[in-house]
């Protein structure tokens, strides 16, 4: 009933922010441009017989010397940019997504167990959360990639680049979802409806779940979007400093992590086109935050 | 610890530093992407190093603007007679920079540091058996054989002080803890380091008793590291430094067509090569082909080599800057063969038609290993690559990575085909065929970077025949045949020269020499 | 309270454990640090030597438990990079980071907190929506292209400021500091702004969010009843409610700007723990990266236990629950 009133009381507040709209509109469509990047792509910048170096460098249409082959251009390896994009958001978005939602489970169970029992079992999970958070991501990133190169066998590594990633990403966010769910937790715990739930012996994942996860998912629902951009823009970091995904299969990080050689020398396109991607996605997915935000009106620890 | 020489004297205030720089004749400064990890000469043998260290410290010979060797500490060497080895003569009234006086004592008590269990360079003396103080100028070389290249290959053994060293418990290279050495010099050369502040910045200042006429006009020299390629280049552009080494080749027209500055270009040394696996009994990386090695096939190798397409290389990721390369060296170097100049051309109809023979008709896929941040473009030159062997049905499984545990990797076998780049240390083609075409041989300690074990016999048969024949042409003979050999076994794929790019602000004169040295030396601020 | 200060003392002893146990643990897989410490030429037995020489073939356990004692005792071991004290290289390079990262929280606050205050007070003006709009747009551009581009606007087209490094530096009784000199300051201000940028947008978030609850709350109302001027009210009342929480919050970011400095200081090329830690992965300099990840975690643990505590000491709450 209430989340009821709440989503309706959502909608009309959507349909009087303009911003809101249009960050939506550019997030489904980059999203829907991600989701069919294999039927919307000239070609499959995957494969590497797909394209040839003799097609290097060539810049967007309206410039001289475009193509209307390579509607946005080429990078230096004779790739065409949309395709790359395409398939790099794609990426991006899957890794983001991934890695948010692995952080929302594992912080939120974490931070709402410790906020439930409290005690020992709360300092411990706090501990760990010091720990990870002694660990910057970068740090994490290179530990879990060092331990998969370490334990799998050679030819399974570069399929699972993106899995390490993901749970490098993962494991530096989920810290902010167990502070914050702690912290509402505790404030839910003085409430009466949960005193009672407890009195009337619920065992305490039911009290967890059913009862005190429903009044603390506001918040939390502001931290998932806030950190689906910091994961997207996280991975994007990692490539700058050398422990991203390969350059034969980019994410948008990669692309501008590639581009970025390309800065000063007069190919613009290969860095300022994803970097544009990129940022639109982030801004708008920022956006839709600020707009949920203003819905449950909490207060962002 | 740190020197704060320059800093006590001003310390009042930075602003003053900066003020006493303006007013200086021709201070100079300048970047480069790694920082010497030690003033030691002889604990660290890497080129940041070793190249910091030439304008402090000098060896018996030294390199001049062309790489040829010239008299530095030695006035002159000769031959012994009656047994192997060289007579090295040494320069009377050397002075080191506190003062004290250079003879023969300090070249035989670098020697015992440089060839001790804690140095890092004494494979250069592996050929030597005795070291003979004759009189104070006089030393003598003895070698287990002939060694014609001797004096060459010790161009960069540089000489300590024997007092100042055992004065400061500096008598053995820092291997695992710092010494005096690691932070302080006391060299013959022609600067000295005033300041140092590891990873942030060192100062040298020359030193005005050298022996040789300073050429230079510097005043003062400031190195800082700059790891970041765009950083370097916004600092030199935006003035705060005269030179920089290296820029990125994407960017040169952009400093060539600014005013006020300069790009210079060369041709390393280093050639860029692919590697095999020649011994592996089967591909690790393959998803078609498990049971064998394909490369193992010198027909699958020679396709491998028509694939590449290295004019499209040159002109789009290295802005026809490279020169494509047939051997392990490049033209100009003493023992390339002239007789083996070319390389495969590009033809990927004959390399399918290979493949095809060799019983790969629809070819197969295996692992390329590559680095990248070890070589110029590496990890683009891998892509493009990778690219090209598709196209024959060469299906590259790319995994690039840190050099950090790449070397690693390679040792343990742990690839299909590789990337490697080789620099001749010794300028001479010998040394790649020691390193590289020899079969793996611990205990003599050849081939040690053979990673795939190519091997033939012949080829280490002539090793020893070069290393020890006085006689020029013979010794030409001996590695043209190993040339011939190795390209017609595609030994490995050699792919061009690394080039040189070096850039500087307009006004300043510099040498660009092709081992990738900066010498101070020869620095004009006009 | 003395309780609970001596339990998370213990607490943060088994956390720095945990962090020396983690990092030892990763450094197997970074590389090998023996080739990166030879030459090419260096024979495959020489590498051998050397690696024994080091401990890298005793047994995990043996070297974690080396490396633990080693510190407890004091003892910081030597960089296999420089074969400096680590000791040393670490302390020679705090400075820089803490300078710039005071530096980047300084500007969060001053132009965080009155853009916060300004949009709660106007939330649908064109200036505050605007204000909203850039920010949000700063915090979505990966930073290091921020860096890079401040660099190339202000460094090299303009001319303005430096380009890298710290320029000016003056030593104060073993700390070198940036802040006595013109050239000094001039070299803080693009990493600075570079690294607060992130900070700033969230401060300003921040100062929105609770300034907008404040205003709404009652006491507001009756102040505003009252006749209370609309001047003082804001910044009197208001804000100062507003600032607990933000100083509380911000406390904890300080954190998040030393771990968020390895980016910045690596495009500014700025000699602090970041670049350090950075070149020791380029050289896998075990003893450097550990000393430095358990001196982070000792920060984290610090700033982690003052905000706790000023949890309880402002919400009463906690203190029970802590004392069951």
């Known amino acids: 009933m209430i989340a009821f009133l709440k989503r309706s009381e959502g909608l009309w507040l959507f349909v009087r922010s303009p911003a809101a709209i249009v960050a939506a509109v550019v997030a489904v469509l980059i999203i829907f441009g991600a989701a069919f990047a294999p039927l919307l792509s000239p070609v499959n910048p995957y494969d590497l017989s797909s394209f040839s170096l003799f097609d290097g460098l060539i810049p967007p249409l309206w410039q001289e010397g475009g193509n209307a082959k390579f509607l946005l251009g080429t990078d230096d390896q004779g790739r065409d940019m949309i395709s790359s994009i395409l398939y790099g958001a794609r990426l991006s978005l899957i890794i983001g997504l991934a890695a948010m939602v692995i952080a929302t489970v594992l912080g939120v169970g974490l931070g709402l167990a410790a906020g439930y029992y409290g005690g020992r079992f709360d300092a411990f999970v706090m501990r760990i959360a010091d720990v990870q958070l002694a660990l910057p991501a970068i740090l994490t990133a290179l530990l879990i990639d060092g331990i998969a190169r370490g334990v799998l066998p050679a030819d399974m590594q570069g399929d699972l680049r993106i899995a390490v990633l993901t749970i490098a990403i993962a494991l530096s966010l989920w810290v902010n979802f167990a502070r914050t769910a702690r912290a509402s937790t505790f404030v839910q715990m003085n409430k009466e409806y949960v005193q009672a739930a407890i009195m009337m012996g619920q065992r305490p994942a039911r009290v967890m779940f059913v009862h005190i996860l429903p009044n603390i998912l506001g918040p939390l629902l502001v931290i998932m979007t806030v950190d689906l951009a910091s994961a997207i823009l996280l991975e994007a970091t990692l490539s700058f400093l050398g422990i991203g995904l390969p350059p034969d299969s980019p994410s948008l990080g990669t692309l501008i992590q590639i581009g970025m050689q390309f800065l000063f020398s007069g190919e613009w396109w290969i860095l300022w086109i994803p970097t544009l991607f990129l940022v639109a996605l982030v801004v708008s997915i920022n956006i839709l935050g600020d707009f949920l935000r203003d819905v449950f009106n909490p207060r962002l620890r | ?526 | 309270m003395v309780y609970f200060i001596l339990k998370r003392l213990v607490q943060s002893v088994f956390v720095m454990l945990a962090v020396a146990f983690l990092a030892f643990a990763l450094f197997r897989f970074v590389g090998d640090p023996v080739s990166q410490m030879t030459g090419v030429e260096t024979s495959v037995q020489d590498q051998e030597k050397l690696r024994e020489e080091l401990g890298l073939n005793d047994p995990f356990a043996v070297q974690f438990y080396r490396f633990t004692t080693d510190m407890l005792r004091g003892d910081f071991g030597f960089s296999y990079r420089t074969r400096q004290p680590v000791a040393q290289m670490i302390s020679a390079r705090i400075p820089a980071t803490l300078e710039l990262g005071f530096v980047a929280l300084l500007i969060s606050l001053i132009v965080g907190i009155p853009a916060g205050v300004y949009t709660a007070l106007r939330p649908r003006g064109v200036t505050s929506q605007t204000i909203l709009m850039v920010t949000l747009v700063g915090v979505s551009i990966p930073t290091f292209v921020i860096g890079i581009m401040l660099i190339f606007y202000f460094g090299v087209k303009l001319g303005w400021l430096p380009t890298f490094g710290r320029g000016g530096t003056v030593n104060v009784a073993g700390w070198e500091t940036s802040f006595l000199t013109v050239e000094g300051w001039r070299s803080l201000i693009l990493p600075a702004l570079t690294l607060g940028v992130y900070q700033l947008t969230l401060t300003m978030r921040l100062v929105r969010a609770e300034m907008m609850e404040v205003m709404r709350s009652d006491y507001i109302r009756f102040a505003t009843a009252r006749g209370v001027p609309m001047g003082r009210l804001y910044f009197r009342h208001a804000l100062s409610n507003t600032l607990v929480p933000v100083i509380t919050i911000i406390g904890l970011q300080f954190g998040g700007v030393i771990a968020f400095s390895i980016v910045t200081e690596s495009v500014f090329q700025w000699p602090g723990l970041g670049l350090l830690f950075l070149e020791s992965i380029r050289f896998v300099d075990i003893p450097v990266m550990g000393v430095y990840l358990v001196v982070i975690a000792l920060f984290f643990v610090i700033v982690n236990m003052v905000v706790d505590l000023l949890y309880v000491a402002i919400d009463p709450r906690l203190r029970v629950r802590d004392a069951t």
Not at chain 2, 98 to 125: H, K, L, P
Not at chain 2, 221 to 229: E, Q, R, S, Y
Not at chain 2, 374 to 387: G, K, P, T, V
Request: with cysteine; charged share 20%.
């Open chain 2, 1 to 526: 610890m740190r020197h704060r020489i320059l800093r006590n004297t001003a310390l009042a205030s930075g602003a003053v530093i900066f003020a006493a720089f303006g007013a200086a004749a021709e201070p100079f400064k300048w970047a480069s992407a790694t920082d010497p990890q030690t003033m030691d000469p002889h604990a660290v043998s890497s080129a940041p190093v070793l190249s910091f260290l030439n304008n402090i410290y000098e060896g018996l010979v030294r390199r001049g603007k062309d790489m040829s060797i010239e008299p530095s500490l030695a006035t002159s060497w000769v031959p012994l007679e009656g047994e192997n080895g060289w007579r090295f003569t040494l320069r009377e009234g050397v002075t080191f920079q506190d003062g004290s006086a250079f003879n023969a004592e300090d070249v035989m008590f670098s020697y015992e540091r440089a060839s001790s269990e804690a140095s890092d360079v004494r494979s250069w003396f592996a050929p030597v058996t005795e070291v003979r103080v004759v009189d104070d100028y006089t030393i003598e070389f003895v070698t287990s054989a002939p060694n014609p290249l001797f004096p060459d290959s010790i161009a960069n053994f540089m000489i300590l002080d024997k007092g100042w060293a055992e004065a400061n418990d500096a008598a053995l290279p820092a291997r695992d803890a710092e010494n005096f050495a690691t932070m302080n010099v006391n060299g013959t050369g022609p600067f000295m380091v005033s300041s140092r502040d590891p990873g942030v910045k060192t100062v040298l200042t020359p030193f005005g008793g050298w022996w040789d006429e300073a050429t230079h006009n510097v005043t003062e020299a400031t190195f800082t590291p700059i790891g970041n390629a765009a950083t370097g280049l916004a600092a030199l552009l935006s003035g705060e430094i005269d030179f920089i080494s290296p820029i990125p080749l994407q960017d040169v027209a952009q400093v060539e067509g600014r005013d006020g500055f300069k790009v210079l270009e060369g041709e390393e040394t280093r050639v860029i090569m692919f590697g095999f696996g020649h011994e592996h009994d089967k591909l690790l990386y393959s998803s078609d082909v498990t049971d064998k090695n394909p490369f193992a096939d010198p027909k699958v190798r020679l396709a491998a080599a028509q694939a590449l397409d290295m004019a499209s290389i040159d002109r789009v990721l290295f802005r026809g800057k490279i020169e494509a390369a047939s051997q392990l060296v490049p033209a100009g170097i003493s023992g390339y063969s002239e007789a083996n100049a070319d390389r495969p051309a590009y033809d990927p109809e004959a390399a399918k038609a290979l493949l095809a023979e060799a019983g790969y008709p629809d070819g197969f896929s295996f692992g390329l290993k590559c680095t990248n941040d070890r070589y110029i473009n590496d990890e683009a030159l891998c892509r493009a690559a990778a690219s090209m062997f598709a196209a024959v049905g060469l299906n590259a499984e790319l995994s690039t990575g840190p050099v950090r545990d790449y070397w690693p990797q390679l040792r343990e076998d742990d690839f299909d085909m590789y990337l490697l780049g080789w620099s001749p240390g010794t300028f001479d083609m010998e040394h790649p065929v020691r390193f590289l075409l020899h079969t793996q041989d611990d205990e003599k300690k050849l081939g040690s970077w053979n990673f795939g074990n190519y091997s033939n016999p012949r080829v280490d048969e002539l090793l020893p025949l070069v290393q020890q024949e006085i006689d020029p042409a013979q010794r030409q003979a001996y590695l043209d045949e190993i040339v011939q050999i190795t390209q017609d076994d595609v030994a490995y794929i050699p792919l061009y020269t690394q080039p040189l790019i070096w850039a500087a602000k307009e006004n300043i004169d510099l040498t660009q020499r092709a081992d990738d040295f900066f010498m101070l030396r020869w620095v004009t601020v006009n």
